[in-house]
Antibody, heavy 116, light 108 residues
């Protein structure tokens, strides 16, 4: 079975950093785009970033470009989201998702809270 | 920046057809997907590539596209279909992706 398990969420002060990890299993990881999607409390879904199967290209929403970095380690079947310069508006549940648009598998999400 | 526009809410009686729209300038050239999200749960893909249904999704869910508007139709909506629904697509560059604002479907 396909599984995506996020970790690394937590509470951080404004300006701080967090690194989210997503461990993938049950599929040929190195052949799939991977994405991060977030959802602020009581709000809608927001695409954050994605990365090509070979890691050669990455794309970001304007709201996080320059502060967040998506990366992957295919031998370890993992994708990461390095978040620097965190702001209150980055508070959200962050989902790891398989694919670039056909998001057929989602993780359970990890909560990131940015507050002083 | 690119936007997809959905109505905030749609309400139908059980057994009626529910139609949720999503408008965006790039939709004639870019695929749209639809997701269902029930309270406290991760989203579930219900339609991809405009009108394809993943395995396990009931046949009452269908998608269509006309010009710059995509429509998710739930034929014979059931109480269990109450959820938030989101469309998702990219801008013309194919490198920037957006969700619609979401539509809360009420079936009662």
């Amino acid at each position: 079975d396909v599984q995506l398990v996020e970790s690394g969420g937590g509470s951080v002060q404004p300006g701080g950093s967090l690194r989210l990890s997503c461990a993938a299993s049950g599929f040929t990881f190195y052949t799939y785009w991977m994405s991060w999607v977030r959802q602020a409390p009581g709000k809608g879904l927001q695409w954050v970033a994605n990365i090509k199967p070979d890691g050669s290209a990455t794309y970001y929403d304007d709201s996080v470009r320059g502060r967040f970095t998506i990366s992957r380690d295919s031998p370890k079947n993992s994708v990461f989201l390095q978040m620097d310069g965190l702001r209150a508006e980055d508070t959200a549940v962050y989902y790891c998702v398989r694919g670039v648009y056909k998001f057929d598998y989602w993780g359970q999400g990890t909560l990131v809270t940015v507050s002083s | 920046s690119y936007e997809l526009t959905q109505p905030p809410s749609v309400s139908v009686s059980p057994g009626q057809a529910a139609r949720i729209t999503c408008s965006g300038d790039a939709l004639p050239k870019k695929y749209v997907c639809w997701f269902q999200q029930k309270s406290g749960q991760a989203p579930v893909l219900v339609i991809y590539e405009d009108n394809k249904r993943p395995s396990g999704i009931p046949e009452r869910f269908s998608g269509s596209l006309s010009g710059t508007m995509a429509t998710l139709t739930i034929s014979g909506a059931q109480v269990e279909d109450e959820a938030d629904y989101y469309c998702y697509s990219s801008d013309n560059s194919g490198n920037h992706w957006v969700f619609g604002g979401g539509t809360k479907l009420t079936v009662l």
